[in-house]
Structures are given as structure tokens and as C-alpha cells.
């Protein structure tokens, strides 16, 4: 089946710079990869999302990137604020499988 | 509020006790998925119902047991519990048609189970 690894599990940067997190993933069958922020003890939200057929995305400060060769897919926050701290998953969808595969989540902490 | 609804929001037991925990998707949406995650862990997967079916299987353990009823909301029974099995379970739906297309996960609260 489908594996995630989340690179790294801990980030600390300060207010105003960026922070990016990195993903692969081994089914070169999956074709939808969306990127959650969980706070602490809430539910997870996704913040953004990249099909197969793209190789980039962007929302505001948020961008998602997509190496389908290398199967590998990266978030870059720019720009961040103390409210971005929180706990960043990544995930793959294989349609064979029907379920999102998560990786292991980044806790990413903005200091002041 | 995201639309899917998870019931308790906190549930206190003792080992070797029973629950029941609910979740009622997003309307429109067939797939539940439950999901498991402990202290400062990631989100394990327990398992998928598509329309009643069961649909995936993951790392769910044999006292574990869960269901998708013909109104689409679904059950997971936890039994025995044991004080590994304290954590937060998530619920997410989405429409996940037999095409393979993904239509999004729509997380629910949770509900924090503490076996004491």
C-alpha cells in the first residue's frame, strides 16, 4: 500500500520567515495530495490541495509543489505568523486504495 | 462547523469497558473513515465504509468493530479498552465515488476518549 514520510518532524522558524515541509510517497498511483493544519486538539483542516496533472499551487501565502518523478511533494508557507503554528499533515490519495494516506505531521512553531 | 457531527466530544471510562462512538457524515457524503490519533502521534487509519459497505481496513484491532448504517452515520465500538486505547478518534466523510475521484475529507471534532 500506499507510505508517506514527513520531513522534518519539528520546525521552528521565526515570525516573518519561511518554512517548507517536505513529503514522498511510493504509489505512483496516487494522484491527489492536500496538505491539513491541525491546532492543538482540534480536528484537522485542509489548507490546500494539488491534483496529479499540476506542478504547482498557490493560496495567498501558502504554495504546495508536485515532482511526480521523484515523488515528492513539498508546502512552503512565506511570510509567517505566530498563528501558523501548528501541526502540518501531508497526505496521498490512491484511487485503488480510496482512502488518504497521512504522514507523520511537522510541528511548526513561529517565534517572535 | 464542518458539517460532520462526532458524539461524544469526551468520554471517560475504565479498562476493560465498552463505548460507542457516532459520526454522522457531511450531508451528501457516502464514505465514513475513522481515524485514531494518540498523543502526539499522527493519524492512524482504522477504516473506511463506503454506503453501508465496508470498504478498507487498516491498523484496527480485533476488540475494535465499526459499522455504516442505511441513514449513512456510523459506529465504532471499542471493547476491552485497555489504557493504550486513550486517544483522540476522528470521523471524516467524503463522497469517494467508485471512480477513484477524490471529492475531499471532511474531518469532524473528534471525540477524546481517556481510559482510566
Known amino acids: 500500500g500506499e507510505n508517506v514520510e514527513q520531513h522534518p518532524s519539528t520546525l521552528s522558524v521565526q515570525e516573518g520567515d519561511s518554512a517548507v515541509i517536505k513529503c514522498t510517497y511510493s504509489?505512483?498511483?496516487?494522484?491527489?495530495f492536500p496538505w491539513y493544519k491541525q491546532e492543538l486538539g482540534k480536528r484537522p483542516q485542509l489548507i490546500i490541495d494539488?491534483?496529479?496533472?499540476?506542478g504547482e499551487k498557490k493560496d495567498q501565502r501558502i504554495a504546495v509543489t508536485l515532482n511526480k518523478t521523484a515523488k515528492h511533494f513539498s508546502l512552503h508557507i512565506t511570510e509567517t505568523q505566530p498563528e501558523d503554528s501548528a501541526v502540518y499533515f501531508c497526505?496521498?490519495?490512491?484511487?485503488?486504495?480510496?482512502?488518504?494516506?497521512f504522514g507523520t505531521g511537522t510541528q511548526l512553531k513561529v517565534e517572535l | 462547523d464542518s458539517g460532520v457531527t462526532q458524539t461524544p466530544k469526551h468520554l471517560i471510562t475504565a479498562t476493560g469497558q465498552r463505548v460507542t462512538l457516532r459520526c454522522s457524515p457531511r450531508?451528501?457524503?457516502?464514505?465514513v473513515y475513522w481515524y485514531q490519533q494518540s498523543l502526539d502521534q499522527g493519524l492512524q487509519f482504522l477504516i473506511q465504509?463506503?454506503?453501508?459497505?465496508?470498504?478498507a481496513k487498516g491498523n484496527i484491532l480485533e476488540r475494535f468493530s465499526a459499522q455504516q448504517f442505511p441513514d449513512l452515520h456510523s459506529e465504532l465500538n471499542l471493547s476491552s479498552l485497555e489504557l493504550g486505547d486513550s486517544a483522540l478518534y476522528f470521523c471524516?466523510?467524503?463522497?469517494?465515488?467508485?471512480?477513484?475521484?477524490?471529492?475531499?475529507?471532511?474531518f469532524g471534532s473528534g471525540t477524546r476518549l481517556t481510559v482510566v
Open positions: 471524516a466523510s467524503s463522497v469517494a465515488r467508485t471512480t477513484g475521484n477524490y471529492y475531499g475529507y471532511t
Open positions: 504509489d505512483s498511483a496516487s494522484n491527489y
Open positions: 494539488i491534483r496529479s496533472n499540476v
Open positions: 497526505a496521498a490519495f490512491t484511487g485503488g486504495g480510496n482512502k488518504l494516506t
Open positions: 450531508s451528501g457524503d457516502l464514505s
Open positions: 465504509y463506503y454506503n453501508g459497505e465496508e470498504r
